[in-house]
């Protein structure tokens, strides 16, 4: 189990029951309300009682309005590594997962000159925290310690050394007319390296349509590039020196090296995780995804027993926290497979509702759409997908789903421009090849669809109609038009 604990040191009454009440008590327990699990957060009066006294380093939260205090609480976090420290005599092998790699997003400056631009710059940074803290993967400061530093010229590692975090996003606000220039850049304070940065353009005339667009794009683009420095970091460690989280981000940092070799080398370290923590949600839910994805899409084997321990991965994820996305994708994506579209487009939905930019959701949600011939719908959705992740390893599986989509309306040329980019971006997706082959023949390039054929069979030597029919969840409308095409190329 993972506590939260709040202290506080203030007068207490105790009635005759040996039961204490008053204000000092409330504090306490609505600090423990601001805490996360497996954290502490102390009062203002706790900090200062014993700064200097004990070794601990504490993270400002700032001010806190709490229900039924009358004025606010000045908060502190305790920094999670000294935390570790001071409860070192616990037994570590039973803690159910180590800390979440955190971030600050530091107030954007306003560098327009114009103080009515204030409220645009700050309704940005507001916008991506609201944004980031819906990720699962990450721990984000909230506001009131981000925006203490609100226009103050601060070293960016001692920022984040004070508030506790490994990564800081900063950026800045410049208009010129009526149009605007956001910049942004995350950084990794531990090195002081930049991670990744980006500018946006945008015109004036609607603020608020502006804002949600350029948070979209920005949160968006964070999450694959945390993911992808927390894997590197994790790369030098072996599975036995990992916690919980560290085990999953670097069994994903293999899988989407999408090769055979090291997905199996992330099943095994994912399967790990799962036995040395059975209560960690995400285990559950990156198994289940992977064993999925795997197993369907590249054309492993997706074999009976496989899709059902990953439904069974899929729904104890959802079990031990329905609030993880990612579970909710594995459930979805093992709807799919199973051509119950419905059920795999609300699964789809709801992990869409839970993290509203989350671009695997919309491409599998699309796919789906897809293979049951909701071409107008699907379009919109895998477009979708890339446009918030563009540099995704997932986007050759989007680009093919797309293909799909131009094939069941009939744009073969469409259907062939979306499977080449497919290919090219991954040549081993044997799922890309299928609709490129089909599109080639109804496209009127029998020999040329005919030597694709070729090409696939060698990657995939039991490709047959029967194979499609048991193994590709198109629908029975777009299954009958797709096996039409991949006749046409020669395939019995």
């Not at 203002?44 to 001010?63: I, K, L, M, N």
């Not at 800081?168 to 007319?177: D, F, H, M, P, T």
């Not at 790369?235 to 999408?258: C, Y």
Request: glycine content about 8%; aromatic content about 8%.
């Amino acid at each position: 189990m993972r506590f939260r604990i709040g202290v506080h040191l203030g007068d207490v009454m105790e009635k005759t029951d040996g039961t204490i009440y008053g204000d000092g008590v409330n504090i306490a327990a609505r600090l423990e309300g601001l805490a996360e699990p497996g954290g502490i957060t102390v009062s203002e009066a706790v900090q200062g009682a014993v700064q200097g006294r004990v070794s601990a380093t504490f993270a400002d939260q700032g001010e806190q309005q709490v229900k039924n205090i009358l004025h606010t609480v000045h908060a502190y976090r305790l920094v999670p590594a000294q935390r570790e420290a001071l409860t070192s005599a616990l037994d570590r092998s039973t803690k159910p997962s180590s800390e979440k790699p955190s971030i600050a997003v530091l107030p954007f400056a306003n560098m327009s000159g114009d103080p009515e631009q204030e409220y645009f710059a700050d309704g940005i940074s507001d916008d991506i925290i609201t944004g980031l803290s819906k990720l699962r993967w990450f721990f984000v400061i909230a506001r009131n310690s981000s925006f203490a530093y609100k226009g103050k010229a601060d070293d960016v590692k001692r920022v984040a050394r004070a508030l506790g975090v490994r990564y800081v996003l900063e950026g800045s606000v410049r208009k010129g007319g009526n149009r605007v220039r956001i910049t942004a850049q995350l950084i990794d304070a531990s090195t002081g390296s930049h991670i990744w940065a980006d500018r946006y353009d945008g015109d004036l005339t609607d603020i608020f349509a502006l804002q949600d667009k350029i948070t979209t794009k920005v949160v968006a683009a964070i999450e694959p590039k945390l993911l992808e420095a927390e894997g590197i970091r994790s790369q030098s460690r072996s599975p036995e020196d990992l916690g919980a989280w560290d085990m999953v981000i670097q069994a994903n940092s293999l899988f989407w090296r999408l090769n055979k070799a090291e997905t199996e080398a992330a099943i095994t370290i994912l399967r790990q995780a799962v036995e040395r923590y059975p209560e960690y949600a995400p285990a559950h839910s990156m198994l289940a995804f992977v064993l999925l994805v795997s197993g369907y899409i590249f054309s492993w084997g997706l074999v009976k027993p496989q899709l059902q321990e990953a439904t069974a991965l899929a729904d104890r994820a959802a079990e031990l926290d329905d609030s993880d996305p990612w579970a909710h994708l594995a459930l979805g994506f093992a709807a799919f497979v199973q051509r119950r579209t419905n059920v795999a487009a609300g699964e789809f939905q709801h992990a869409l509702a839970l993290n509203p930019n989350f671009a695997a959701a919309h491409g599998y949600l699309g796919w789906a759409l897809a293979f049951d011939g909701q071409t107008e719908k699907a379009n919109a959705h895998l477009e979708e997908a890339i446009r918030l992740s563009p540099h995704d390893a997932q986007n050759a599986i989007f680009n093919t789903g797309l293909a799909v989509v131009h094939y069941f309306a009939g744009r073969y040329a469409e259907a062939l421009e979306y499977s080449r980019k497919a290919l090219q971006q991954r040549s081993a997706f044997t799922a890309g090849y299928r609709i490129y082959c089909a599109s080639l023949a109804q496209d009127g390039q029998i020999d040329e669809a005919r030597e694709a054929l070729a090409r696939l069979k060698k990657s995939h030597p039991d490709l047959s109609i029967a194979w499609i029919e048991q193994n590709v969840p198109y629908t029975p409308g777009p299954m009958a038009k797709f096996l039409e095409g991949m006749r046409k190329a020669g395939l019995q």
